[in-house]
């Protein structure tokens, strides 16, 4: 770890067992800790206007350097002065380092789909090779050959200006082997210093960098991980790869991971972000967590609810909503819930209205931000556990 | 021509040769004539909440009958409270009759795609039969057998509450000779006749109802219609069906139709809305424009601009626009170009984003609403001609 306040600054406010609230500071403004982070992917979130999302409350949402690698391609970022000034977006951004997507197209198991491409592989074909040096693919938008290497991923993510910047790391699949695991974690350390190595060198100054916990779920792999990267001059840590094949092995993964990992650091899940899991992640300290699920969700027409048992989704697409005149979620302060009901949104929604996919967006980044406005009170108020066992039941979580 | 003001009442403010400014009255307020009427073609103006509709300082929005009929019907509508209700709009609405989509499915002619389904005829095919008690099509839904008369129409139309009706009719196709304009022009007045029974006797009691003058091309037909309709009790006059197959025909089948058309009316022309179009419209003493095109660019990534040489189109899914740092259009108050510039803008509309369909919504409603808020500032000041002429000149309207 590295302490460099003109990069960042992490505060840690009141604690709760591991659970903690906190302050990151940017050079684009504070992140009040826990926090959910919504994706810009291709740079803008889903049907939003920057300073809608800033409007929203949110302070940090991130961008993918894959995505904006193919297109619209870091020069022209670049040109337009950062990606901040490109999207009119004036609070903190992350990037993450393309590493998850180039290997999604690669191993095809850790994601059904490339995120945001909606398909996975491409017209183009998916082949990626993979070497020491970094991967070699060809552009799912025109063919063409790309390389990303650690030392390009920091490069592209210094050309976007993002105030926080993912180290380039192998993301292994979920039914990589031990041995292939172990390697490819030694990898990802040596990519670690090469990019910290760059950006050293050449990146950023007011730009901090955060490494990624690999290790799959192998405990001797993540502990050594966690040792690697915490010893780095890093700026904060974020938990990376594969947390094993469903919720139960994701949970055991996390609580034997995040003890490992210096208390002092802030901390991201990466790509994780549903209801329950995002929980389970702030109670063991965890601090940022990123997800396509909400925004994604909202393209079919699924809505955030508090209903545990169909894991927080309502689905409007449904025909059992024709005639439901109460609101969406009851209480939930969003536009969709204060000015329309279920009759209306579910109509919406079937008939494929880009206003249902916006305003179900709306709905899902306010359930969000409640929950983590929520978890903050209740870490402050020192009944986090209390907190999310109530949402675990079933309460919204303005009343939890 | 009734005047009933519990039902409608339209006052005449300044005049400036034929144009006029005025206020029409109705049961959810006044509406600020000439103005330009947002399509919420499926109960939704595209991309935009009902709430911001109103933001944008519009009174008066479009539903449309044919397509609220096959989905979600008008008995769910109804179940709601009615189209304000159902979609949450509080001003006033006007809902067409029908005909034109169901003509169009018959005709094929005067649209090339039935408006808003952006395919023409629908998935189980455009069969439609024409008979003297109304037309009989398949529902591009589900393919199941649906009929529209002059009576359907206005009981849909009551159900949807609308506070302007439009009277069904045959919108005859700019293919159509004589004798065929002759007899559907006539068949016109007399569903006329039977949508104003019907109405009297059980339509709501403060919908006003707008009678369409029809005849085609042919100036002795559209002075018998235009007499047919005069004379029935109409709370206002629409100019429906072909209007030629240019822009030059069309104007001069306007010029040769609304001087004979009674002044005192509110007059609403159908379907018509580019910008120089509207502004000859204005100039003949026409109140109300209704028209896809501002919304139905916005989705191909098409903005409005002060360009006459390209019909004010400004298409930023071109690739000219990259690395252009000034704003979409000079001046315009809207989101898209107060906070954000070409080149972004481009991107996102390649990109196939949400957000760029949604901007360019709300900036071509903003250059609409500027364009006839201008036309009305200019006729107060009895200068409509020199505005126009700065307008078709490339002005943009803030400016004219």
Redo the contacts between chains.
């Keep these: 770890m590295r302490s460099d306040p003109q990069r960042l600054r992490f505060e840690i406010g009141a604690r709760d067992g591991a659970a903690r609230t906190g302050t990151i500071h940017t050079a684009h403004g504070p992140i009040e800790t826990p926090a959910f982070i919504p994706l810009a992917t291709?740079?803008?979130?889903?049907?939003?206007?920057?300073?809608e999302v800033a409007e929203l409350g949110y302070e940090l949402i991130l961008g993918n350097t894959y995505h904006l690698f193919v297109?619209?391609g870091p020069e022209?970022i670049a040109?337009?002065g950062g990606l901040h000034s490109?999207?009119?977006w004036e609070r903190a951004l992350i990037t993450d380092s393309g590493g998850f997507q180039v290997f999604s197209l690669a191993h095809g198991g850790v994601a059904n789909e490339v995120k945001g491409s909606g398909r996975s592989g491409g017209e183009h074909g998916s082949k990626v090779e993979i070497s020491e040096e970094g991967a070699r693919f060809r552009s799912p938008r025109d063919g063409a050959e790309l390389f990303i290497s650690p030392e390009v991923s920091m490069q592209v993510q210094a050309a976007l200006g993002s105030d926080i910047a993912l180290v380039f790391d192998e993301c292994t699949p979920f039914h990589a082997d031990r041995e292939y695991t172990a390697r490819s974690t030694e990898r990802t350390h040596r990519w670690l210093d090469r990019c910290l190595e760059w950006h050293d060198r050449e990146g950023p100054t007011r730009q901090a960098v955060f490494g990624i916990v690999q290790g799959g779920v192998y405990e001797d792999l993540r502990r050594e991980s966690a040792q690697a990267v915490a010893a780095a001059a890093v700026d904060g840590l974020a938990i990376g790869g594969t947390l094993g094949r469903d919720k139960e092995e994701m949970a055991a993964v996390l609580a034997m991971t995040a003890p490992l990992l210096p208390v002092e650091a802030p901390k991201h899940l990466l790509g994780i972000g549903e209801v329950d899991d995002l929980l389970g992640g702030i109670a063991l300290g965890l601090d940022v967590f990123d997800c396509a699920v909400p925004t994604r969700l909202a393209r079919h027409g699924v809505a955030l609810a508090p209903s545990p048992e169909t894991r927080w989704r309502l689905d409007l697409r449904k025909g059992r909503w024709?005639?439901d005149?109460s609101p969406l979620v009851e209480g939930c302060p969003c536009?969709a819930c204060t000015?329309?009901?279920r009759?209306?949104l579910s109509?919406?929604s079937r008939?494929e209205?880009?206003?249902a996919?916006?305003?179900i967006v709306l709905h899902n980044l306010v359930y969000m931000r409640e929950l983590t406005r929520g978890a903050r009170a209740a870490i402050a108020a020192a009944r986090f556990e209390a907190y999310r066992a109530a949402v675990l039941a079933g309460a919204p979580p303005w009343s939890a």
Tied chains: 1, 2.
Excluded: C, W
Aim: a positive charge; zero cysteines; charged letters at 30%.
């Design positions: 291709k740079g803008t979130v889903r049907g939003l206007e920057s300073s297109s619209p022209r040109a337009a490109f999207m009119g024709v005639g005149r536009p000015r329309h009901d009759d209306y109509y919406l008939a209205e880009l206003t996919v916006r305003l």
